[in-house]
């Protein structure tokens, strides 16, 4: 059985409804779109996956313990002039197991060397996250969720803002991360990211939700190789909910 899967989920932003009869289970180990038009309620699913919006009706069912699910929220969510290096926010990937006050210990630093050096980032170990790029700060944070060992991961947009050879190494990370188990659900905004990544696609729009496929979505829209570069195109999904 899957370890994320919704049910009758209703969830509302200011009392207002914004999604409704959600169901469906997320592969476990498989990368899923979440996909819509600006407003269709993609953050609202995620911040109710996270437990931090309770729904309104329905549950959410996550066998993902806590310390084990992680989220990449949009970069401009984000305030990055903390006084922090690289390395120090990789680390904080221990506090949700360790807890934040731990001192960390030889096999910590050892491994955050090893994420680091798998995202390209050795070299900025101790660079302030306020003196990063978009594409380096992405990974530094990726590289957070690592540490952490995430089991369930939630990503917000992980694109944006971001050079092409960070798209590269992130989405070659993402992969590696979904074949070793972890279920990955990411917001994602245009068809050549669609192509390069998902396994599996949840569309949000009119206040549903439907299942479909990468391939589904790219031949709706005039793409049938997904194998080539698929042109970046903005996904809007008119008359998506029919
Ligand atoms: N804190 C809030 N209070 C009231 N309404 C909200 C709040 N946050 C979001 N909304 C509304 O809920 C709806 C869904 O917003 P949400 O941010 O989930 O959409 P989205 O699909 O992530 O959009 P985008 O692609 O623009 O990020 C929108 O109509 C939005 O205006």
């Known amino acids: ?26 592969h476990d180990g498989a990368i899923t779109a979440l996909i819509g038009a600006n407003g269709a309620g993609k953050s609202t699913l995620i911040q109710a996956i996270m437990g931090i919006l309770p729904p309104i009706v329905g549950q959410i069912h996550c066998d993902v313990p806590k310390e084990r ?8 969510a984000l305030d990055l002039t903390f006084p922090m ?5 990789v680390m904080t990937g221990t506090w949700p197991s360790h807890g934040a006050l731990k001192d960390y210990c030889g096999p910590h630093y050892l491994k955050a060397r090893e994420v680091m050096r798998r995202l390209g980032i050795s ?12 594409g380096q700060r992405q990974r530094a944070l990726l590289g957070r969720t690592l540490m952490q ?9 992980p694109f944006a803002n971001v050079d092409a050879d960070t798209v590269t190494v992130l989405t070659q990370v993402l992969r590696e991360m979904a074949d070793q188990g972890t279920t990955i659900v990411v917001v994602l905004h245009d068809l050549e990211q ?3 990544l ?8 009119g206040g549903h939700g439907r299942w479909s496929t990468p391939q589904a979505i790219l031949e709706r829209h005039g793409v049938a190789d997904h194998t080539s570069q698929a042109p970046l195109l903005p996904l809007g999904f008119p008359g998506a909910a029919s």
């Open 123 to 134: 070299h900025l170990a101790h660079r302030p996250l306020g003196e990063l790029s978009g």
């Open 1 to 26: 059985m899957s370890r994320l899967r919704l049910e009758g989920l209703q969830l509302a932003q200011g009392g207002r409804t914004v999604l409704e009869h959600l169901e469906g289970s997320f």
């Open 194 to 196: 669609l192509a390069r």
């Open 69 to 76: 699910r992680a989220w990449l929220p949009q970069q401009l």
């Open 198 to 205: 998902a396994d599996c696609v949840l569309l949000l729009a």
């Open 85 to 89: 290096s690289v390395e120090e926010l």
């Open 149 to 157: 060992g995430a089991e369930l991961l939630l990503l917000d947009e």
